[in-house]
């Protein structure tokens, strides 16, 4: 994989996440341009490299998404619910990639959706365990179940694009440069 098209992609995606995704927004709900770079690096790359990437990737979006809480709109930077959020959602979709279709929109949907809703669990379970210790969270005077089910809304709406527009990423593989990891010999089988 080239790394610098997938940092160059990664954060071109939280730019936009944070201003022109906001045009797609479904009620509270917006989609996640970094979800889906990282369900198209988690779905081609090589599985040590894709787990790194998925790894930076929520470094990104730790800190390049403030959380605004409290009253005042402290603004509040912590590294590591994103990360350990991606990592988790990562974990499963790498076991899962081998099973999926990558020629299918339904199949790339239920990628998404598995990175997506195992990414927002992780991310609030870290926030949740957060909260306990230090008595603040990223829902602000909601609560850490609201705040959960706007996660899962939004990778709702991340799955609705990634089912949209992952088969237009994939026009671009050639920048990437995946390796290919299958070890076929020509000949007949033995």
Known sequence: MSWPVFLLASLLAVALDGSLVQ?????????????MVNVYVLLNAPKQTAFRGVLIAGLFADLLSPIFTGANAQVLVVVGP?????????????????LLYRESRLALAFGAAVFTLLAALGTTA???????????????????????????ACAGVTVLLVAILLP???????????????????????
Do not use: K, Q
């Not at 045009?23 to 979800?35: E, F, I, N, Q, Y």
């Not at 306990?132 to 005077?141: I, L, Q, S, Y």
């Not at 440069?177 to 020509?186: D, I, M, N, Q, Y």
């Open 23 to 35: 045009v797609l927004r479904v009620g509270d709900a917006s989609p996640s341009l970094l979800m």
């Open 126 to 152: 870290v926030f949740i365990l957060r909260a306990a210790m230090t008595g603040t969270g990223p829902w602000g005077e909601g609560t850490a179940t609201g705040y959960l089910f706007e996660r899962i």
């Open 82 to 98: 994103s990360i350990l959020g991606f990592a988790l959602g990562a974990v499963a979709l790498l076991a899962l990639r081998n």
């Open 168 to 190: 237009v990423l994939d026009r671009t593989r050639a920048l990437w440069s995946f390796e290919s990891s299958s070890r076929l010999v020509g000949g007949t089988a033995r």
